[in-house]
C-alpha cells in the first residue's frame, strides 16, 4: 500500500473516532454491576436504580467514599478518562468501558457504557460541581447524609425458632405495617424507593414489595433481609439471649421507637451470661434534603440522655457493624448494672445527625418493677421515751412510687415469747409519688416486750424476703411507754378579812 493511501487510511479512521466521541451523550448513570460480564436485570434506560437519567438537573449523593458507577450512552465507552470539578477533595477515574454491541448481548441495551469510580468527601452543607466523562458533563452535588428509619432490631426479640406460624404472621404484621408507614413517609419526601427488614415469612417481603408498587414506588429487595431463625448469632443479644430464662422484650411505639426489657427476679445462672450481650438498633441513611444515591462512609456521634434517678450510666457503650440494610448499632450496658438493678429506667438515644425519625427510648425494668432502697425505724429520744403505742417504719424505695405498688411487712418479735405488735405482718398499698413513706405498726403494750430487739423487713408483695436487692431488713427495740405524771391540783385556802 502507497504511504499516502495508508496515511488517508488512518486519517479516515481518527475521523470517525473522533466523530463518535463527539456525539458522545450520557443518558444514564446506574450503579456498576458487581460483576462486569453479567446480565443487566433490565436495559439501562428502564433501570430504577439509575442515579440519573438525561434531562435531570442534577445527581445528588449523601455521605462520603468511594462508588463505583456505569455511565451510559452512545460512544461513552471511547471516553479516555474522568474527573471531578467544583466539590474540593472529589475525584472520578475510568476502571472500564463497553460498547454497545457487548451490553446488547448483556441485556443493557444497544449503547456503550464506561464504568468509573467517584469519590466525594463528608460535607457539611450541600456542594455543588460537575462530572466529566471525557467531554460530557453530568451535574453532581454532594450533600450531608443524616440517620433515618432508626429502629430496635427483631433479634432483641423472642427467639424466632421457637415461634409458631401464627406467632411469625402476628409479628409479620406489625413490621409490615411499618414498612408501608415509612414508604408513605419518603414519597411525601420524594423518595421512591422502599424496603422493608427483619421479616420471618417469604410472603411479608411480597406483601410489602405490592404495598410499595401500589403506592408508585420501587420494592428494593437489596436492602431487604429475612430475620436469623436459627443458629446461635440469633442469640446474640440480651433478650433473644435471656427469653428462656425469663427475661422479656417488647417492642412498641413509632417515634420514638421502644424496646422494653423486664428482666426476672433470678439473674443468677445461665440468664447472668446474656447481661453481657448487647440491644441492637438497625438504621439506614438518607440526605438532608432529596438524593439520589447513598455513598458508605459517614462522620458519627451518638448522643445518650438518661431520664429518671436510674443507675450512674454516664454512656452505654457503642459500635458499630455494617449490614446489608444499612447499619447496626449496639448498646451494652454494665453487666453489675444488670445483676443488680431494680426500677424502671429510660434511656433516651439519638443518632447524630439524624432525621426526625432517629430517636430510639430503651426502657429496662426488674420484676417487679419496684423495691425497698433503705428501711429505717422510728427512733425514740432518752429524755422523752416513747410517749403513745404507734410505731413506724421509713421505708425509702429506689425510685418515686408509682401507683399499684404493694409492699409487704413482716415483724420478727420473737426474742420477747409473746406477741409485741397487734400486727406482725401484712401487706399495704404505697401512697404514689412519694421518696419515702411509713409502715405504721401499733405496739400491744406487754412488758416481756420492752427492752427486747426486733426485727422488721419490708420488700415488695410476693418477692421472696431472702432477697435483698428487692426488701431491705433494720433492728430496733422499743423502751417501756413514758409514764406521765400530772401534779394533783389543789384549791387554795384564801381568806379576806378573815372571811373565806
Given at each position: ?5 495508508l ?9 470517525l473516532t ?6 458522545a ?10 460483576d462486569?460480564?453479567?446480565n ?16 435531570d ?45 457487548v ?11 464506561v ?22 458533563t ?9 440517620v433515618s ?34 414508604c ?10 422502599c ?33 436469623r ?15 428462656i430464662?425469663g ?15 423486664t ?5 443468677t ?7 453481657g ?6 438504621y ?18 451518638v ?7 436510674g443507675p ?37 438515644i439519638a ?26 425505724s ?38 420477747a415469747?409473746?406477741?409485741c ?16 413513706f ?23 408483695t ?20 413514758t409514764?406521765?405524771i400530772?401534779?394533783?391540783t389543789?384549791?387554795?385556802d ?7
Amino acid at each position: 500500500m502507497r504511504k499516502s493511501h495508508l496515511l488517508a487510511l488512518l486519517a479516515g479512521l481518527g475521523a470517525l473516532t473522533c466523530g463518535a466521541t463527539a456525539q458522545a451523550s450520557v443518558e444514564t448513570v446506574a450503579p456498576a454491576r458487581s460483576d462486569p460480564d453479567s446480565n443487566c436485570a433490565q436495559p439501562q434506560e428502564h433501570d430504577p436504580f439509575a442515579v440519573w437519567r438525561q434531562g435531570d438537573p442534577v445527581a445528588r449523593f449523601a455521605g462520603s467514599g468511594t462508588v463505583r458507577y456505569e455511565v451510559f450512552g452512545h460512544g461513552i465507552d471511547l471516553s479516555p478518562d474522568a474527573k471531578t470539578s467544583g466539590i474540593t477533595g472529589a475525584w472520578a477515574k475510568r476502571v472500564d468501558g463497553h460498547g454497545g454491541p457487548v451490553n446488547a448481548a448483556h441485556g443493557c441495551g444497544n449503547i456503550g457504557s464506561v464504568v468509573i469510580d467517584l469519590h466525594l468527601p463528608a460535607v457539611s452543607s450541600a456542594n455543588s460541581g460537575t462530572l466529566h466523562i471525557g467531554s460530557e458533563t453530568v451535574p453532581i452535588r454532594a450533600v450531608p447524609l443524616v440517620v433515618s428509619e432508626l429502629d430496635w432490631e427483631q433479634q432483641n426479640l423472642t427467639d424466632g425458632v421457637q415461634l409458631t406460624q401464627a406467632e411469625m404472621q402476628a409479628r409479620d404484621a406489625v413490621i409490615l405495617q411499618d414498612a408501608v408507614n415509612r414508604c408513605q413517609q419518603g414519597l411525601l419526601a420524594g423518595d421512591t424507593i422502599c424496603r422493608i427488614g427483619g421479616y420471618f415469612l417469604a410472603d411479608t417481603l411480597n406483601q410489602a414489595c405490592t404495598a410499595f408498587i401500589n403506592m408508585g414506588a420501587t420494592c428494593d429487595t437489596r436492602s431487604s433481609f429475612p430475620a436469623r431463625l436459627r443458629g446461635s448469632d440469633f442469640r446474640n443479644t440480651i433478650g433473644n439471649c435471656g427469653d428462656i430464662d425469663g427475661l422479656g422484650s417488647a417492642r412498641t411505639g413509632l417515634n420514638p421507637r421502644v424496646l422494653t426489657l423486664t428482666l426476672p427476679q433470678n439473674r443468677t445462672g445461665h440468664v447472668a451470661t446474656c447481661f453481657g450481650r448487647p440491644v441492637i438498633a438497625g438504621y439506614t441513611y438518607e440526605g438532608s434534603g432529596a438524593i439520589d444515591d447513598t455513598f458508605p462512609l459517614i462522620e458519627k456521634d451518638v448522643s445518650l440522655t438518661q431520664t429518671g434517678t436510674g443507675p450512674a450510666l454516664a454512656r452505654l457503650a457503642y459500635s458499630e457493624e455494617h449490614a446489608i440494610n444499612g447499619r447496626f448499632s449496639q448498646f451494652n450496658l454494665p453487666v453489675t448494672v444488670m445483676t443488680d438493678l431494680v426500677g424502671i429506667y429510660t434511656w433516651e438515644i439519638a443518632l447524630n445527625p439524624g432525621s426526625t425519625s432517629s430517636a430510639l427510648r430503651l426502657i429496662v425494668q426488674s420484676t417487679p418493677g419496684y423495691g425497698v432502697k433503705a428501711l429505717a425505724s422510728a427512733v425514740y429520744s432518752p429524755n422523752v421515751g416513747r410517749l403513745n403505742s404507734s410505731h413506724r417504719l421509713i421505708v425509702t424505695p429506689y425510685q418515686a412510687t408509682r401507683a399499684g405498688q404493694v409492699f409487704h411487712y413482716q415483724i420478727d418479735d420473737s426474742a420477747a415469747g409473746r406477741a409485741c405488735f397487734t400486727s406482725r405482718s401484712g401487706d399495704m398499698t404505697a401512697p404514689v409519688g412519694q421518696a419515702s413513706f411509713d409502715v405504721p405498726l401499733t405496739i400491744a403494750e406487754n412488758a416481756a416486750c420492752y427492752g427486747k430487739v426486733f426485727t422488721a423487713t419490708v420488700i415488695p408483695t410476693g418477692v421472696p424476703a431472702s432477697d435483698p436487692r428487692f426488701g431491705k431488713t433494720v433492728t430496733f427495740s422499743l423502751p417501756p411507754l413514758t409514764q406521765l405524771i400530772v401534779p394533783t391540783t389543789v384549791k387554795p385556802d384564801l381568806k379576806v378579812n378573815g372571811i373565806n
